[in-house]
């Protein structure tokens, strides 16, 4: 199975534009993508994009997916496990990492002063 990202060498990124709320997030969460799709329906892709949480905000139920996740905190905090007033949970700060396999309920979010996630999704090649 050939992954669907093109040969990128450094470059810059332009961190105050290309920002969208993803699908059932709320506006104050955001993600730029980096490299690939993701193509949820037919269990096939992988994406590496940047999550941002201004701050404050916060998600109110965990998520589960079926792709394979990995989450590295590059900058501010995140809490995990909040209930859906956002209060509660274990706190993070930069230089962390997850892991989570297809189908594993990881959350709720929080962040207190904002911070920014890289994240990486794939689908196990068929």
Known sequence: MAINKLHDEFKTLDMLSGWEVPKGYPAGIQQKILSGALDEENRKGSRTRLLRF???????????????????????????GNDAQGKGGESFSPFTYACRPPGAYHGPFRSEAGCILLEIHYFDPA
Do not use: I, Q, R, S
């Open 54 to 80: 201004e701050p404050g905000e916060f998600t109110t139920v965990p998520f589960v997916h079926e792709y394979w996740e990995e989450v590295f905190l590059v900058t501010g905090d995140l809490t995990v």
